[in-house]
């Protein structure tokens, strides 16, 4: 009798966790039923700084600002979420391995929708087009990618820039940095003689002076917010809350706020 009883009192501590269980996934969804990892929260995975897209920023509620923490803001505030941004490396972000690990629901990092990301991302509609560029020094003699034959030049781990130089910049001794924060650093300080990147990053560091863009480079670039293959709900989701965001003139003033031609 004590055995059976224990077998019974077991059973039911299972079928209880069980139960709550079921509740606790249950719960880790939007209003719409996406998936997400926290309840009512969007959990936002970044690599911080890359202004002006994302940055540091100690004032604001999240503790980050920029041009994509503008734009998801927006969009957790329409999906009635709540908005929690983390830092993390690119690579991880590009790979999908930030996301598979359950680290967050979606990454808004300046990220290129390309082919070969989607064999493990989903993406949103495109919200950004962007163009590749070459930084140099003011007082460079470098004046095009055709000069950066045994020039060393600064490019970030995963990224398409990393790709386009790789297959453009003929000769160039090609250097690796986890983040435009080191690659900025080279610079200044003379260890690499160049940087090749995404065109409004570079303009940021033209506008603290000493350096300037000699050349850009068209590559049909969109931007697009990254989610965890499978989860096509919170794909719907942010695609819907983009277009209410064009469609009402929002996008067009966070534009403007940062991409403004004065």
Do not use: W
């Not at 690990?101 to 979606?106: E, H, K, S, T």
């Not at 930084?135 to 460079?140: I, M, R, T």
């Not at 790709?163 to 453009?168: A, G, L, Q, S």
Request: hydrophobic content about 35%; some cysteine; glycine content about 8%.
């Amino acid at each position: 009798m004590q055995k059976s009883r224990i077998t019974a009192l077991t059973i039911t501590a299972l079928a209880t966790l069980a139960l709550t269980a079921c509740g606790s996934e249950d719960s880790a969804k939007s209003a719409t039923g996406a998936e997400l990892i926290k309840k009512d929260t969007l959990t936002v995975c970044s690599d911080v700084p890359y202004p002006p897209f994302e940055d540091f920023d100690k004032s604001s509620d999240t503790g980050f600002k920029g041009f994509d923490v503008d734009v998801i803001s927006s969009v957790a505030e329409q999906l009635d979420l709540k908005l929690k941004i983390q830092d993390s490396s690119f690579d991880a972000l590009q790979s999908g391995q930030a996301l598979n690990a359950g680290q967050c629901d979606l990454v808004a990092s300046a990220m290129t929708i390309t082919d070969d990301r989607k064999k493990n991302l989903d993406f949103s509609d495109g919200y950004y087009a962007s163009k590749q560029s070459l930084l140099v020094p003011a007082d460079s003699k470098i004046a095009s990618i055709g000069d950066l034959d045994g020039v060393k030049v600064g490019v970030q781990q995963g990224t398409t820039g990393k790709t386009y130089t790789e297959e453009n910049a003929k000769g160039a001794d090609i250097v690796t940095f986890p983040s435009d924060a080191e690659m900025y650093q080279a610079i200044k300080a003379g260890q690499v003689q160049a940087l090749l990147q995404d065109l409004p990053v570079n303009l940021n560091h033209v506008a603290d002076g000493g350096f300037k863009i000699v050349e850009t480079y068209d590559t049909d670039e969109e931007y697009g917010f990254a989610i965890k293959k499978g989860n096509s709900q919170l794909v719907k989701d942010v695609n819907g809350a983009l277009e209410k965001m064009h469609s009402d003139g929002s996008y067009d003033t966070i534009y403007n706020k940062y991409f403004e031609v004065k």
